[in-house]
Every structure is written in structure tokens, then in C-alpha cells.
């Protein structure tokens, strides 16, 4: 079973696939806290449509697929600055790419292998110098998410204080769907553009519901998207299924128990959390600071009396 790692290409499938795995695990926590899942469904398909465009001027998809989820990512900032805007906003120009699609798919009169590819991933296809691309890709959005790690996180939770607090809110958003639509470009090449979501949303909803801490849960997410990947590399290697299933149910199988048996343990941690404020507010110092403020009435009304 484990001879299948001699193989160059099973090498390369692991090493891009760790890359995209930590990288989409991050990008998929903060998508979650700032409600931006939806985002994440339609970039894919968005991608999508600028790899047929590439297909049909005979230049990479890749370069096509980046072009567009960078371009989207930036019109949805601008255009959806406002919560109740921003789905109505995405749902448009995902089907206006859509729709592109389609059109440069009915023009191109060839075989579109790689724009097909696409759709159902090739991570065990992808070819060193894919490999250098991703990890390079990979590492230069780490390391955004890791200087906007802060101001980022407290724009997600408490985006009005931030703002108020001279935190540049929309510009970090703006910043941020464009980590997302790289994040996606990358993770397209593991798992396809149909279930991008597996790397996206899976691992970090796991993650968020086993810990309330964003640093814990985001390590957790991670730990999980590369389990997930490497599993899912594993299995397909020895078996005619694709990567892409196996990436998506151990992404499920592990969710849903979580999900399920969370409340307990979410439920437990609040009761001990209300004790502890119950405990802190009966502290003696809190005690003597009452009876000196019930005191102080009683004392007037001696005042008032001898009066």
C-alpha cells in the first residue's frame, strides 16, 4: 500500500496538496466569521469561466482562472460594501460569468481536457513546476493572512468598533476576497471547482464548533484540511475513485458527529463560564462595595430622621 509513494506524481499530490489544505483552512475560518460562504461557493464556477476564456485564446487555464476570481473578488468589495447588498451581488456576476462561460465553451470547437479537469480536480496530475507554483502561492498568502492576522480578526468580529477605532474595514475586506479568490484558484487543482468547498468550509466548520478560540480553531482547521487531503491522496492511489470523493467524505463523516455532539460541550462551557461570573461577582471586595452602597440610603435616612 504504501509503495505507491515512490512515485513522483503521488509525491507532488501531497505536497501541493498540504499547501492548499493549510492555506484553504485559514482562508475558511474567516470566511465562516464574516459570513462569506457564499463567496466561496461562487468563485469556483466563476474560475471556472475564465479557464474555458483561456482555453478559447490558447493560454493556460490557470492564468484565465486567477484572472477571473481576482477580478470577481475585487468587484464584489466594491459592489457590496453593504451586507444586504453583498449576496445579491455575488449571485450576479456569478452568473454573468457563468453565462461567459458557456458562450467561450460553444466557441471553442477543440477538446477541453484541462477546462473539464477543472471541474473534478488533477491533483494527481499536477507536475513539479505546479507544485513550485502553489507552494509559492501558498506561502506568499500565508504570510497576508499572517501580517492581517489581527486587524483582520477584529474587523471579522466587531467590525464597527474596528472601524471606529481607525481600522481600515473595507479596505481589509477588499484584501481579504482577494486572498479568497487565490485560495480558490489554488484548491481547485486538488478537489475541482464542484467541490472546492470540501477544503473551503469543511475543516474550518469542524474546527469552530471543537473550539471557541479563533488561533486554536484555525491550527485545528488545519490539521484537519491536510488530514483530509493526504487520506483522500491515500485511498484514490490505491482504488479507481477520485481524490475529490474521499476529500469530501471524511470532510462530512468528521462534521457531522461534531456537529451533533457539539451542543454538549458548547452547553458545559457556558454553564461553567455563567458560574465563574457568578463566583467573580460574589468576591468579597464586590460584596463589601454592596454593603457600603446599601448602607449609604440607610445612613440618609437616619439623617432625615433626627432631623
Known amino acids: 500500500m504504501f509503495a505507491i509513494l515512490q512515485y513522483s506524481f503521488i509525491q507532488n499530490a501531497f505536497l501541493a496538496g498540504t499547501?492548499?489544505?493549510?492555506?484553504?483552512?485559514?482562508?475558511?475560518?474567516?470566511?465562516?466569521?464574516?459570513?462569506?460562504?457564499?463567496?466561496?461557493?461562487?468563485?469556483?464556477?466563476?474560475?471556472?469561466?475564465?479557464?474555458?476564456?483561456?482555453?478559447?485564446?490558447?493560454?493556460?487555464?490557470?492564468?484565465?482562472?486567477?484572472?477571473?476570481?481576482?477580478?470577481?473578488?475585487?468587484?464584489?468589495?466594491?459592489?457590496?460594501?453593504?451586507?444586504?447588498?453583498?449576496?445579491?451581488?455575488?449571485?450576479?456576476?456569478?452568473?454573468?460569468?457563468?453565462?461567459?462561460?458557456i458562450l467561450f465553451l460553444s466557441l471553442y470547437f477543440g477538446y477541453a481536457e484541462r477546462v473539464y479537469s477543472i471541474l473534478f480536480g488533477q491533483i494527481l496530475g499536477i507536475s513539479q513546476l505546479d507544485v513550485l507554483i502553489t507552494g509559492i502561492s501558498s506561502l506568499l498568502t500565508f504570510g497576508i493572512f499572517l501580517t492581517l492576522f489581527r486587524p483582520l480578526l477584529f474587523s471579522s468580529f466587531e467590525p464597527e468598533v474596528a472601524e471606529a477605532r481607525g481600522v481600515p474595514v473595507y479596505l481589509l475586506a477588499m484584501i481579504f476576497l482577494i486572498l479568497i479568490a487565490i485560495t480558490v484558484s489554488?484548491?481547485?487543482?486538488?478537489?475541482?471547482?464542484?467541490?472546492?468547498?470540501?477544503?473551503?468550509?469543511?475543516?474550518?466548520?469542524?474546527?469552530s464548533r471543537i473550539v471557541q478560540r479563533p488561533l486554536w480553531a484555525i491550527v485545528i482547521a488545519i490539521l484537519l484540511g491536510v488530514s483530509y487531503t493526504w487520506l483522500g491522496i491515500?485511498?484514490?492511489?490505491?482504488?479507481?475513485?477520485?481524490?475529490?470523493?474521499?476529500?469530501?467524505?471524511?470532510?462530512?463523516?468528521?462534521y457531522l458527529p461534531v456537529r451533533l455532539l457539539s451542543p454538549l460541550w458548547i452547553g458545559r462551557r457556558a454553564r461553567r463560564i455563567a458560574i465563574a461570573r457568578q463566583h467573580s461577582a460574589m468576591s468579597p471586595g464586590s460584596v463589601d462595595d454592596q454593603q457600603q452602597s446599601n448602607a449609604m440610603p440607610a445612613t440618609g435616612r437616619e439623617h432625615d430622621s433626627a432631623r
Not at 492511489?237 to 476529500?247: H, L, R, T
Request: some cysteine.
Open 234 to 254: 491515500f485511498f484514490a492511489a490505491n482504488s479507481n475513485w477520485p481524490v475529490s470523493f474521499y476529500i469530501a467524505t471524511l470532510s462530512f463523516g468528521i
Open 19 to 101: 499547501c492548499v489544505a493549510a492555506v484553504a483552512a485559514i482562508a475558511g475560518y474567516f470566511m465562516i466569521v464574516r459570513g462569506l460562504t457564499f463567496a466561496g461557493h461562487a468563485l469556483p464556477n466563476i474560475g471556472f469561466a475564465g479557464a474555458a476564456g483561456a482555453v478559447l485564446l490558447g493560454i493556460d487555464p490557470v492564468i484565465g482562472m486567477y484572472v477571473f476570481t481576482i477580478g470577481a473578488g475585487i468587484s464584489i468589495g466594491l459592489l457590496g460594501k453593504e451586507v444586504n447588498e453583498r449576496d445579491t451581488t455575488i449571485g450576479i456576476i456569478m452568473t454573468f460569468a457563468l453565462g461567459l462561460g
Open 186 to 207: 489554488l484548491s481547485v487543482q486538488v478537489v475541482g471547482a464542484l467541490l472546492v468547498f470540501t477544503l473551503l468550509v469543511g475543516p474550518a466548520a469542524t474546527a
